[in-house]
C-alpha cells in the first residue's frame, strides 16, 4: 500500500501532531514499512485455524458480583481540571475538514 506525505499531513493534523518536513518523510517511510508488514499478514493463510473465542479459560474462577455504594459524583470530580453537571469535561478531539 502506497502512502502519500498529503495523507501523512492530514493524519498528523487529524493526531494534533506538528511534523517538520523531514519528519514528515521519516514518518512516510515508517509508515509504509508498517503497512507492509500488515499486508504481510494478511496473506497468511488461516483457513485451517479454528476462531478463538475468548483469551479467558473457561476454568478461571471469576470474583462474586456484589452490591455496594458507589462514589459520590462529587468525589470523582473533585480532582478534574473542569467538570459540569458532574460529568468530566475534556478538549474536542474530533477535526472536521
Known sequence: MSVTIDEV???AKL???EFTEEESKQFL???EAILRQVDAINKV???GVDLL???INADTDLRKDSVR???EV???VANAPESEDGAF???LTVLED
Open 74 to 76: 462529587e468525589k470523582i
Open 29 to 31: 517511510s515508517e509508515f
Open 9 to 11: 499531513k492530514k493524519l
Open 53 to 55: 473465542e475468548s483469551t
Open 69 to 71: 455504594t458507589s462514589l
Open 89 to 91: 469535561v475534556v478538549p
Open 15 to 17: 493526531s494534533r501532531l
Open 45 to 47: 493463510d488461516v483457513s
